[in-house]
């Protein structure tokens, strides 16, 4: 049985950022992969709209030459109590930064993913969407799936239809919760590619985020 780990033990968040520097713009959090790092996440905000502010910050677990954001108990499938520890930690940054009533929109890929996925079904209301890519919720995580969990709320799911690394079955039972039991205002894109994003992918994140928080589309 593992011993639950103190929020306080984790270090300071690491953030890097781009975008607005208008404390009131909308946030727009980007959650790298299990073993990446801020710094290659944050290269997404060059394909998102300009007007939100894009924070990229780094799991606070070292993992190889990178970081996570949960103990596993198998790929996809997060040790509740390790999950449950980094959300607390990541809701005090977030608190900080984004004060209740600043919009904050979260994109996660794969690791990030099921993070994001974590956060916003511990805490829908505190999100205005959520985009969850290439990835798996966190099932079996100590986090509540019930119907009608995610009510209204904007979600983006993007999967690879040829992904290997998370298992189909999570992706299949992500992708189905999320267009259907969740409640969720959910847009789709499969490609028939694997585990990474494609152009096609990027574009699509790039209009969901623009029609979230309130900005013409681009072309």
Do not use: C, K
């Amino acid at each position: 049985m593992s011993e639950r780990r103190p929020v306080s033990t984790f270090a300071p968040a690491v953030v890097a950022e781009r975008g607005s520097a208008d404390p009131q713009a909308p946030l727009v959090v980007l959650l790298h992969g299990r073993g990446s790092h801020e710094q290659e996440i944050l290269a997404l905000a060059d394909h998102l709209p300009p007007g939100p502010q894009y924070a990229a910050v780094r799991a606070p677990i070292a993992e190889g030459g990178g970081f996570a954001w949960f103990a596993n108990r198998g790929i996809g499938r997060p040790v509740a109590a390790s999950l449950a520890d980094t959300m607390a930690w990541f809701r005090e940054w977030l608190d900080e930064v984004a004060p209740e009533g600043r919009p904050v929109v979260l994109v996660g890929f794969s690791g990030g993913a099921a993070f994001a996925g974590g956060l916003v079904l511990a805490d829908p209301a505190r999100f205005a969407g959520a985009a969850i890519l290439y990835g798996t919720l966190p099932f079996d995580a100590g986090v509540p799936v019930e119907p009608g969990r995610l009510a209204g709320l904007p979600v983006l799911v993007a999967q690879g239809e040829a992904d290997h690394v998370i298992p189909r079955e999570l992706l299949d039972r992500t992708w189905a919760y999320l267009t259907g039991d969740s409640g969720a205002v959910a847009r789709t894109r499969r490609d028939p590619g694997g585990h990474g994003l494609t152009e096609p992918t990027l574009r699509e994140l790039a209009d969901w985020v623009a029609s979230v928080v309130g900005l013409p589309a681009s072309s």
